[in-house]
């Protein structure tokens, strides 16, 4: 934590007031007009408090969302993932001293998918994005998904509305950990980012791993360490072998170079984003993953509103109603269902 608190932390800002009014569950009522306003002109502890909401997913997350989304559409989301310490935090440090150099504002959303008791890697993460600290165009914020169904899909998209509505130009999404993340990163992103190191989940596992597919772009990090030219050599030896990025007008994933932690490779890392941003522009594809990302987020609404009630629906009077009539051979169970669908 830092004295003008760029560093996001949602525990600094959840803490009510001792005369502010209260809503549900004891929580301080919230103004979101008011948060939102002040988030849009760049108040980290605005921004910070809207994060919070949409993490606790209370209340007041719809009017969260409906206040935020006019303001939202002009950040470029970029997605950085790959297996544990490969580098992306301080690849993602790396570009936020780019980024801020060329003038953009920035936010950084680390994801931390996993459980609760792994968040020393984040903490790490916090001492370093202190080179940020007190810098006004930089928001960094450490989300843990853990607890929300559907994991990163629930909360990130919000999060990123609040920074992308917060006037953030690029927001970068690190997540810790492997698997699922990985694929749920790319779903979010408009350029995903797959860092791979020598020695250590070489080409070929990335490969095998499915984590190619979803690359925008490669970057062989830790190049300064031997075994990066057969880094590259399988990577490319992998994209021989086809994929998505076949065909005529197709993007080929570039593969960059890097040595994150001395800056090296940063600049041109950045060039191929740039190319990605005006391939995505220019062939209608960037808007489709936008389309796709917002139809993955009412999917998974929808589901979370159906899910609980179809909890209500466990025990009820009319549950037992059908069940009764099922049990005495006035109708038969999937009309029964049914009938229960349609009264949902
Ligand atoms: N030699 C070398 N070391 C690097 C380079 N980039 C990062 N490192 C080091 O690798 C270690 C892990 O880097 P992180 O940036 O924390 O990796 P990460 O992928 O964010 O790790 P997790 O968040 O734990 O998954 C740190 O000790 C870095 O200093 C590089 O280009 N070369
Ligand atoms: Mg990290």
Known sequence: MTPDGHVLEGTAVATPGPAAPRGRRGRRAVDVPDLVARARDG????????????????????????????HTGSAQVLGLTGA??????????????????????????????SSP?????????????????????VFIRSMASRGHLGGLAWATPQALRVLDAAGCDVVLVETVGVGQSELEVASLADTTLVLVAPGMGDGIQAAKAGILEVADVLVVNKADRD??????????????LGGRHTGPGAWR???????????????????????????????????????????????????????ERIGEVRGSAALAALAGAVVAGETDPYRAADRLLASL
Not at 52 to 60: I, K, N, T, W
Not at 106 to 111: F, I, R
Not at 270 to 282: F, I, N, P, T
């Open 43 to 70: 108040e980290a502890r605005a921004v910070a408090r809207l994060i919070s909401l949409v993490e606790d997913a209370g209340p007041a997350l719809r009017d969260v969302a409906a206040a935020l989304t006019p």
């Open 227 to 240: 075994g990066a030219d057969r880094t590259v050599r399988d990577l490319r030896y992998a994209q021989s």
């Open 84 to 113: 544990p310490g490969v580098g992306k935090s301080t690849t993602t440090t790396a570009l936020v001293r780019a980024l801020r150099a060329a003038g953009r504002r920035v936010g950084v959303l680390a994801v931390d998918p």
């Open 117 to 137: 008791f792994s968040g020393g890697a984040l903490l790490g993460d916090r001492v370093r994005m202190q080179d940020h600290a007190g810098d006004p165009g």
């Open 253 to 307: 994933p570039p593969i960059v170079r890097t040595v994150a932690s001395r800056g090296d490779g940063v600049d041109r890392l950045l060039d191929e984003v740039e190319a990605h941003r005006r391939w995505l522009a220019g062939s209608g594809e960037g808007a489709r993953r936008r389309t796709e990302r917002a139809a993955r987020e009412i999917e998974a609404i929808a589901l979370t509103g159906l899910r």
